[in-house]
């Protein structure tokens, strides 16, 4: 099943499950106590012979009221274990809103006669206005039923959609996609959101500095021989135009111009020339014997 990413198509879908919840608790509590304070009138209802309807439906819907504050104090913590209980109990009650669904126009159509008798007791008139109040009732019933148990699908499918939020390895409850940021750099929300908080890993370094083989220009191809730069022209990029031209060795020991800076020349290992150049390069410096630079 596909999840839903705004509850009630207009409000984010944290705080529409939570509207949900205070909703849904809010609309049972009232079931109960409506059923709780009518008692007296469970036995001339057309439910009268089985008055364990009537209590059946109280407990429902204390259940539904119940698992629905408990729904709300889990959106409100970003608790899954609350969360995923609320969506048990209100999967169950989904099952059983369908049967209701089918079942209740069907007892109207079978017991028929006894509504109609049931009317004209309450209402003295003629059977045939009874009759028609009947068939009226019924199919409100039947269309209601239906209407109701579509719409505690749809309640169903955001309550998952916030509970599979939840439920995802990337999701972090300071990073929530409502905000507008990007939820696949964080952790996952548990009770305790902090609880998988970490340091950087050693990995995370080296995976780092791979990524970037030339850390002291952010990430740009730049020489690292600094005979070529001044002190405060160390992280820009070298202007070649303007840098000296360096003396080459022509003879052993002997220092002559060159054309190119990039010459196919190379200074001799045993010249006095080669080891002073070697030993004025900083640490991490690239030769300019080094053809591997070039």
Request: charged share 15%; hydrophobic share 40%; glycine share 6%.
């Amino acid at each position: 099943m596909r999840g839903v990413r705004k509850c009630c198509f207009c409000l984010p879908l944290r705080a529409g499950t939570f509207v949900l919840a205070l909703f849904i608790s809010t609309f049972s509590a009232g079931n109960v106590i409506w059923r709780i304070s009518h008692r007296s009138e469970w036995d001339t209802s057309v439910f009268g012979p089985w008055p364990w309807i009537q209590w059946v439906a109280v407990g429902l819907d204390s259940l539904v009221t119940l698992a629905a504050l408990m729904g709300a104090v889990g959106v409100a913590l970003n608790s899954y274990k609350l969360v995923t209980i609320w969506a048990t109990v209100h999967s169950f009650i989904l099952g059983t809103a369908l049967i209701r669904a089918v079942a209740l126009p069907i007892f109207m159509v079978v017991r028929r006669n006894q509504l109609v008798e049931m009317c004209q007791t309450r209402n003295p008139t003629d059977r045939g206005s009874c009759q028609t109040a009947v068939n009226y009732a019924t199919m409100f019933v039947a269309v209601t039923g239906l209407f109701s148990f579509l719409l505690l699908v749809y309640f169903y499918r955001c309550i998952q959609s916030y509970r599979w939020r939840l439920q995802s390895a990337d999701y972090n409850v300071l990073k929530d996609p409502e905000s507008g940021t990007d939820p696949a750099n964080g952790q996952r929300a548990v009770d305790n959101p902090f609880k998988h908080a970490s340091a950087p890993t050693p990995e995370g370094n080296v995976d780092k500095e791979k990524s970037n083989p030339y850390p002291y220009s952010n990430g740009e191809n730049m020489t690292h021989n600094t005979a070529f730069q001044t002190h405060s022209n160390l992280t820009a990029k070298p202007n070649w135009e303007s840098m000296p031209r360096p003396s080459f060795v022509s003879d052993h020991g002997r220092p002559s111009m060159g054309e190119d800076p990039f010459e196919d020349v190379a200074l001799p290992r045993e010249s006095a020339d080669f080891q002073r150049h070697e030993y004025m390069q900083p640490v991490g410096a690239v030769s300019l014997n080094d053809r591997s630079w070039r």
